[in-house]
């Protein structure tokens, strides 16, 4: 049976199908998850690098707490290859299953770790290893997870389900935001640096036993044939040259995503020099920003004959728009006009990613479909996005220049743009 035969099958409803409300909550609430993590750690960088790395210089412990941010992307390629070659070989369940607990036990890494004070490098190292599974883990979450919401259900509503993964992001970076803006304005800078600021990580975890219930409940879209080759091994023989490009396309995104989104908190605090209460409103804005757009874009996917034309003008537009955009956040800095620049840029990306991630699934066949999604967007933002947040606060603190964010995006924009250009695609219906 060819790929092509698989996938139509794989979207034909059997008796059993689990409905669009739970299958979308299912395979969106493990990436919700750690998305609402990493948000967390991003608002409270400032307070987690006082805490865990004390230097001398200010931007020496903001530094050294976005690289313990940044270093657990450098296990998500690992994360990728291992959990996405798993979720070929034995399901997109079974991956999924084990992708959650990993978070879990990441999670709560990070709740209970000492301080620096309490343990020296002991409490640094407890955070780092909290960091580096929550990594390996959404390496594969992502691949397995969209790869269900693709394969389940009609292929007229393909857009939609699979909005939802990057949908669910704008409601944890919501949600992160919220509590951090809330865990500021009620409790004292003591309280919060003594222990107000492990709340919001072990309230995340509140919702982990629900997604393990739903996610054990789901139907299996995809098992492979006792005899199947490697899908590592095939992916990299035959599809080597789209994994690249598709590394290369998802890196506008990714960096945008984790700039604009995650460190713009930071960057209102330490460079437009706003009070942290305020800037957190930022997290809340793009947050609904990602909801709304990932939803709008999703639908247009649908509807689009072809969907590259909408990944094209998102990238152009962006290319055109973010100089400007962060030259008048220095110019004229004020929380409304950070706020609606924000969320322009936000809108902008997020209209191409759901048809961007479309484009990629639908030119791997469902026999490494997951593996290949899983390399392509781990690598890509280890690679691009993971250190992001660490190059343009190196970039700042060495050159002054506040405008550092925008031109690291400019680059990226352009990169993308290329390997966009370059992808055929392949429509399955």
């Not at 230097?55 to 313990?68: E, I, K, M, N, R």
């Not at 809340?284 to 072809?306: F, K, N, Q, Y």
């Not at 691009?384 to 190059?391: E, H, N």
Request: glycine share 10%; proline share 6%.
């Amino acid at each position: 049976m060819n790929d092509v035969t698989l996938d139509a099958a794989a979207a034909v409803p059997t008796p059993a199908r689990q409905s669009q409300f739970r299958l979308i909550a299912a395979c969106s609430i493990g990436n919700a998850l750690e998305m609402y993590d990493f948000t967390v750690y991003s608002f409270f960088a400032i307070l987690i690098g006082r805490l865990f790395f004390p230097s001398d210089s200010p931007y020496g412990s903001l530094l050294l707490a976005v690289a313990t941010f940044g270093i657990g992307f450098v296990m998500r390629p690992l994360g990728g290859l291992v959990i996405g070659s798993y979720a070929d070989r034995r399901g997109r369940k079974a991956a999924m299953t084990l992708t959650i607990a990993l978070m879990v036990v990441g999670t709560l890494c990070i709740a209970f770790a000492p301080t620096y004070t309490q343990a020296g490098v002991a409490g640094s190292l407890v955070l780092l290893a909290g960091r580096l599974l929550q990594g390996f883990s959404l390496g594969g979450e992502i691949g397995a997870s969209t790869s269900m919401l693709m394969e389940s259900g009609p292929a007229t509503q393909r857009g939609f389900r699979v909005s939802w993964q990057l949908g669910s992001q704008g409601i944890s970076a919501l949600l992160g935001a919220l509590t951090g803006a809330l865990l500021y304005a009620t409790l004292t800078p003591a309280a919060l640096e003594n222990w107000g600021w492990r709340l919001p990580f072990l309230g995340g975890l509140l919702i982990a036993p629900v997604g393990l219930y739903i996610r054990s409940k789901l139907d299996e879209t995809h098992e492979a044939e006792p005899d199947a080759p490697s899908p590592l091994g095939t992916l990299m023989r035959e599809h080597g040259s789209k994994v690249v490009k598709g590394i290369l396309a998802v890196t506008a995104g990714t960096v945008g995503m984790y700039l604009v989104v995650f460190f713009m908190p930071t960057y209102m605090i330490r460079v437009l020099k706003m009070p942290p209460s305020l800037s957190l409103l930022s997290g809340c804005a793009t947050g609904i920003t990602m909801l709304i757009a990932s939803l709008v874009s999703g639908r247009l996917a649908d509807r689009l004959t072809r969907r590259k034309p909408l990944v094209m003008a998102a990238l152009v537009f962006n290319l055109l728009a973010v100089v400007p955009a962060f030259w008048l956040m220095t110019r004229f800095p004020s929380v409304p006009l950070v706020l609606l620049l924000s969320v322009i840029l936000t809108a902008a990306s997020n209209l191409g990613s759901t048809p961007m991630l479309l484009v990629l699934m639908e030119m791997l066949p469902i026999s490494v479909r997951a593996s290949g999604l899983s390399v392509i967007y781990s690598v890509g933002v280890t690679v691009f996005g993971g250190s992001s947040q660490f190059i343009v606060t190196w970039l700042i603190a060495k050159t002054g220049n506040p405008l550092a964010p925008a031109l690291y995006m400019l680059a990226c924009g352009f990169v993308t743009l290329l390997a966009v250009w370059s992808i055929r695609e392949r429509r399955i219906s």
